[in-house]
């Protein structure tokens, strides 16, 4: 247990970023490092180690029943003198008016009907599966950090296509204006270069909007506290860049490696165990319980009003109890563990199934994002060399203004799709890979 608290309450190494706000415009953020500072201070990740605590807390409990009870008591007690039992004729009391007792005693269960097996099975069950719950909420947050830096990345360099837009057609524009000027073009020319301009440019503010957006909401998932003087514009610089690592697995493979790693069937593993136990324990209501018990007394004397008489000494024994018929308690008490075994089954059964679907999607949407990934590798070369050509001719004479502004739009189009291929690929892999387990590893068994 010892090397599983320090397993999570231990982060990952790194600097801690959050020291200060205005260290942030100082320093560069990767995305390992965003990662690392999510173990250390998300929200989620926070309250998982405090469910981990509370299920140490349950483990405890539960292996209590297997531990001896040491327990110490005490009594005084005083009656009526006249309530004192006395033999008729005779001035010899059985008992006195005030009386005292205390005892030390250790207990110790030694069968109670299969529970005391069951429980240390059950602790240990317990612990293993609040440990795969914690592993799924550090899993789905990981996946969450990985998939806002993405976004980031992706709105910053659809700011850069955007103001590149922006700034071809003002070109354009500003050349329209000088040939109206000069009397070559006619005021049209001018007109639809201006609207051309008018029309980039909410773009602009839409891209630069998503990125404040995004690294809002990545402060709040690195557990940041944001300072009120801190402006809509988060100080945040990202080091990583959108790139397309080459990513290979087959489907079966990564099917298989979900349904053996995937914390979420591993907990549904544990908790189905657990209720299978929860029928011992309900069926232990059938059979008789034993404890023995050692321990050290001491009294007053029953023969004597002195209350500084005492009698004391070592006592041993055992007791059993057995309930030969509880109003059928214990029998209402099986059929419902056995009812929740059932249940449990089924929610294994459903959720193996719905996570070979979500692999299978995550899987499809990978497949997708590499094949449209493979489709504009030459596509911006090209777009590029078209606006080239379609300068030339309107230059020469023999091409039109529209001619530039469309090859205007396509470039701007292909780089905008380039960048959304690569951040839809990023995070196609992120999800194929949360899909199969691979951000959470079992514990060892």
């Known amino acids: ?66 531990l001896p009870k040491v327990r110490i008591g005490g009594q005084f007690q005083a009656i009526a003198e006249n309530a004192v039992d006395t033999p008729a004729g005779s001035t010899i009391s059985f008992g006195t008016d005030k009386n005292w007792t205390t005892e030390i005693r250790l207990v110790q269960s030694i069968y109670e009907g299969g529970r005391i097996n069951s429980a240390l099975r059950s602790a240990k069950l317990t612990q293993e599966q609040a440990l795969l719950q914690y592993q799924a909420v550090v899993a789905d947050t990981l996946l969450a950090v990985r998939v806002n830096y993405y976004d980031i990345l992706l709105a910053a360099q659809q700011i850069v296509v955007r103001e590149a837009s922006v700034n071809l057609l003002q070109r354009e524009l500003d050349d329209q204006q000088r040939r109206f000027d000069a009397g070559t073009v006619p005021r049209f020319n001018v007109l639809r270069a201006e609207v051309a301009v008018a029309n980039a440019r909410p773009q602009l503010i839409r891209a630069r909007n998503a990125e404040r957006v995004a690294k809002n909401k990545l402060v709040d998932l690195l557990g940041y506290n944001l300072p009120r003087s801190v402006g809509e514009d988060v100080p945040v610089q990202l080091t990583d860049k959108l790139d397309a690592a080459p990513y290979e697995i087959d489907l079966s493979v990564a099917i298989g490696q979900a349904l053996e790693k995937r914390p979420e069937l591993g907990a549904l593993r544990k908790a189905e165990a657990l209720r299978a136990e929860g029928i011992v324990n309900a069926s232990a209501g059938y059979k008789p319980s034993v404890q023995v018990f050692g321990g050290y007394g001491d009294r007053n004397s029953s023969f004597s009003s002195d209350l500084t008489t005492e009698r004391h000494g070592w006592l041993a024994g055992a007791q059993l ?99 959304l291929a690569l951040r839809d690929y990023a995070v196609a892999v992120a999800r194929l890979e949360r899909a199969m387990g691979a951000m959470a590893a079992a514990p060892a068994q």
């Not at 209402?332 to 294994?348: D, I």
């Not at 994002?369 to 596509?379: F, G, P, T, Y």
């Not at 606006?387 to 020469?396: E, H, I, P």
């Open 1 to 66: 247990m010892t090397a599983l608290l320090v397993m999570v309450f231990t982060a990952a190494a790194g600097d801690n970023l959050n020291s200060s706000p205005r260290d942030w415009s100082k320093r560069q953020l990767a995305l390992a490092e965003a990662l690392d500072l999510a173990l250390q201070q998300n929200g989620a990740i926070l309250k998982g180690k405090n469910d981990l605590e509370a299920a140490y807390g349950i483990v405890v409990q539960t292996r209590a029943i297997a």
């Open 321 to 419: 109890t057995w309930d030969v018929f509880d109003g059928l308690l214990t029998r209402g008490k099986v059929m419902e563990a056995k009812a929740v075994h059932s249940k449990s089954q089924t929610e294994l059964a459903d959720t193996t199934r719905r996570i070979e679907l979500e692999v299978r999607t995550a899987y499809s949407d990978f497949i997708e994002a590499r094949e449209v990934l493979e489709s504009q590798k030459k596509v911006q070369e090209q777009a590029e060399e078209s606006l080239r050509l379609a300068k030339a001719r309107t230059d020469a004479g023999t091409g039109t203004q529209l001619d530039v502004l469309d090859a205007e739009t396509a470039l701007t189009e292909a780089r905008t799709t380039q960048s």
